[in-house]
């Protein structure tokens, strides 16, 4: 888990500072497909065809939401490091699928989610020192108030949010989880519109209501199972006060 949580924020962060930001995304998005079928294998999940329609409109909605130029046509992006940029971002996806299916292994066989939080920081450190100052120069020391807020709310709210993803991982569904996380492209867009101003256009709002449909739908479904679940235990519970009852009555028939 630590070795491809740090390779795949290198290859993601790569990704997106050398393509357009919503190149980058839809890449990034492809996870969910690679996770439900990793989990089928490594954890023996079942597929369900209502997992693949989700992950294919969540996609889909990444899609019209980052609007990429290599489907749109616009912007430019056929310089080396843009091709490198595209290859370090199938990578990043195929880091986060592998990721996700870890931690769920992790959460069944009994491992802390500290334990993950901690292996994912102490790799992203190390791929940091080692890397990083070769692949894009020396670092730069923040040189005012203002970008040090900047580098530590980067660290707050990363730490917050992969404790919630381990988290989470551990108890649901590699499949489903890599589902709702992929909504990660609809809340950035909304900052962005509420946050720096920017004006949606009729693709990205067709986007937000594909990507919020895949999260209902998942929830309809997990609220179903739920439901179907209490009600074969009130069941279950119900035949054994039953059993019990009829016993009673029995026995002491039985013993004259």
């Known amino acids: 888990r630590g070795f491809l949580g ?3 924020f290198l290859l993601d962060y790569h990704a997106m500072a050398v393509l357009p930001l919503g190149d980058a995304m839809t ?3 492809l996870y969910p497909f690679l996770t439900i079928f990793l989990a089928r294998v490594f954890l023996n ?4 065809s209502l997992h693949i329609m989700v992950s294919i ?3 889909f909605g990444a899609v019209f939401i980052g ?3 290599f489907i749109f ?3 430019d992006s056929t310089g080396v490091l843009s091709r490198w940029g595209y290859v370090t971002g199938l990578l990043g996806s195929v880091c986060l699928a592998c990721i996700l299916t870890l931690i769920r292994k992790g959460g069944l066989i009994g491992l802390h989610t500290c334990q993950l939080l901690l292996s994912w920081a102490l790799f992203g450190l190390l791929f940091s020192v080692l890397i990083g100052p070769r692949y894009e120069g020396r670092w730069i020391w ?3 108030a203002q970008i040090w807020s900047y580098v530590c709310g980067v660290c707050v709210v990363g730490a917050g949010t992969h404790f919630m993803l381990n988290f989470s991982g551990k108890l649901a569904p590699a499949g489903l989880v890599s ?3 992929a909504s990660d492209i609809l809340w950035a867009y909304l900052i962005e519109i509420y946050w720096f101003g920017q004006r949606p256009n009729g693709l990205t709002l067709v986007g937000v209501t594909f990507v919020l449909g895949s999260i209902l739908a998942v929830a309809v479904e997990k609220i179903r199972d739920s439901r179907k679940l209490h009600k074969k235990l009130s069941n279950v519970d119900t035949s054994s006060v039953d059993g019990e009852e009829g016993y009673d009555i029995e026995s002491p028939r039985k013993g004259r």
């Open 142 to 144: 923040p040189s005012s």
């Open 6 to 8: 740090g390779m795949g």
């Open 67 to 69: 609007q990429p130029t």
């Open 73 to 75: 046509g616009q912007g």
């Open 45 to 48: 999940e079942e597929i369900k």
């Open 179 to 181: 589902v709702v996380r």
């Open 27 to 29: 890449l990034m998005s």
């Open 57 to 59: 409109t969540s996609f």
